[in-house]
């Protein structure tokens, strides 16, 4: 293969256009060969000598161009973007150089908070990982270039502050990408992070079935099955407290001998009280059924279901 030392035009307008351009690429276990998606559709790079792209145009297409730029970080001037193609010792020397660097493999961004394969050595964001599983349908425990599996970091670590090692008691900072990325409320104003931060609360309330993760509900539509876990998202963010067996006796229970129009509603089962139904009427009027009050007011909340004010013995 000759060597071009001048860039010719036509691929030089097409490496100004390809920065402009909403692609994504993934290099396969063959080392060589880059899976590149744009708009949908999927296209196979094979650096070599020459290039080869499955879109069938003259090289270095826009694909094979986006490859060299991305993920083998050669820069708009440097001769090798613009040849046909590149010497095995060339490509095997550039795979080199970016392996010593932090670089997630899905978003290209460089960091310290990266998780890396045991099996592959791939480096990339656990949310970053999971975005690509949950868009291949593949299992998240497992790397999607060698199939090792991959270890969770550890639960009681996750809640120390990364600046200040504290242990975060109530609430704390995480990042929506670095999944070891965690600082207190203190710690929050000076932290450096490239990456958004969200405030996550900590529960203090264990629970004993298993339950998917939460944060996976962000990046998709909600189900109707989602309905549990989005119930256990708001008792986390709002933990209450509920009366005793004891305290709910105290209320005064009377039975209803007259239907009232509009004050005749249990506001937890929604059914209208008939005549000599036991019902608990509390300080803002509501009305509930002595067995719906009785499991509300004791297993879920002490307030009222309507307009939550506290229940008072």
Same mark, same amino acid.
């Given at each position: 293969?000759?060597?071009?030392?001048?860039?010719?035009?036509?691929?030089?307008?097409?490496?100004?256009?390809?920065?402009?351009?909403?692609?994504?690429?993934?290099?396969?276990?063959?080392?060589?060969?880059?899976?590149?998606?744009?708009?949908?559709?999927?296209?196979?790079?094979?650096?070599?000598?020459?290039?080869?792209?499955?879109?069938?145009?003259?090289?270095?297409?826009?694909?094979?161009?986006?490859?060299?730029?991305?993920?083998?970080?050669?820069?708009?001037?440097?001769?090798?973007?613009?040849?046909?193609?590149?010497?095995?010792?060339?490509?095997?020397?550039?795979?080199?150089?970016?392996?010593?660097?932090?670089?997630?493999?899905?978003?290209?961004?460089?960091?310290?908070?990266?998780?890396?394969?045991? %099996?592959? $050595?791939? #480096?990339?964001?656990?949310?970053?990982?999971? =975005? /690509? @599983?949950?868009?291949?349908? &593949?299992?998240? *425990?497992?790397?999607?270039?060698? %199939?090792? $599996?991959? #270890?969770?970091?550890?639960?009681?670590?996750? =809640? /120390? @502050?990364?600046?200040?090692? &504290?242990?975060? *008691?109530?609430?704390?900072?995480?990042?929506?990408?670095?999944?070891?990325?965690?600082?207190?409320?203190?710690? /929050?104003?000076?932290?450096?992070?490239?990456?958004?931060?969200?405030?996550?609360?900590?529960?203090?309330?264990?629970?004993?079935?298993?339950?998917?993760?939460?944060?996976?509900?962000?990046?998709?539509?909600?189900?109707?099955?989602?309905?549990?876990?989005?119930?256990?998202?708001?008792?986390?963010?709002?933990?209450?407290?509920?009366?005793?067996?004891?305290?709910?006796?105290?209320?005064?229970?009377?039975?209803?001998?007259?239907?009232?129009?509009?004050?005749?509603?249990?506001?937890?089962?929604?059914?209208?009280?008939?005549?000599?139904?036991?019902?608990?009427?509390?300080?803002?009027?509501?009305?509930?059924?002595?067995?719906?009050?009785?499991?509300?007011?004791?297993?879920?909340?002490?307030?009222?279901?309507?307009?939550?004010?506290?229940?008072?013995?």
């Amino acid at each position: 293969m000759n060597f071009i030392p001048k860039c010719p035009e036509a691929t030089l307008k097409r490496i100004k256009k390809c920065g402009q351009l909403r692609m994504n690429s993934t290099q396969t276990p063959s080392g060589y060969v880059f899976d590149v998606s744009e708009s949908g559709r999927h296209y196979k790079v094979e650096l070599g000598n020459p290039h080869r792209c499955s879109c069938g145009k003259v090289q270095p297409c826009f694909h094979t161009l986006y490859v060299l730029m991305k993920d083998l970080k050669l820069s708009e001037t440097d001769p090798r973007i613009w040849q046909r193609g590149m010497g095995e010792y060339e490509i095997e020397m550039c795979l080199a150089a970016l392996a010593q660097t932090n670089k997630c493999v899905f978003c290209h961004e460089e960091g310290d908070n990266l998780h890396k394969c045991d %099996g592959c $050595g791939d #480096q990339f964001h656990i949310k970053c990982h999971e =975005l /690509k @599983c949950s868009v291949t349908k &593949k299992p998240k *425990n497992c790397c999607l270039k060698c %199939g090792e $599996g991959l #270890q969770s970091s550890n639960s009681k670590e996750a =809640l /120390k @502050c990364k600046i200040c090692t &504290k242990a975060c *008691n109530v609430s704390y900072f995480s990042c929506i990408l670095c999944d070891d990325f965690k600082v207190c409320r203190t710690c /929050k104003p000076k932290a450096s992070h490239p990456h958004a931060l969200v405030e996550k609360l900590i529960s203090l309330k264990p629970t004993a079935k298993p339950q998917h993760d939460i944060s996976e509900l962000q990046y998709r539509e909600i189900k109707p099955e989602d309905y549990e876990n989005l119930m256990r998202l708001d008792e986390n963010s709002h933990p209450a407290k509920v009366l005793s067996k004891d305290d709910f006796e105290k209320l005064p229970v009377r039975v209803l001998t007259l239907i009232k129009r509009d004050c005749s509603t249990c506001c937890v089962c929604l059914e209208n009280l008939k005549v000599r139904d036991k019902f608990i009427k509390l300080a803002c009027g509501h009305l509930l059924h002595w067995s719906c009050g009785r499991k509300w007011l004791t297993e879920s909340a002490s307030y009222c279901p309507i307009d939550k004010k506290e229940v008072t013995v």
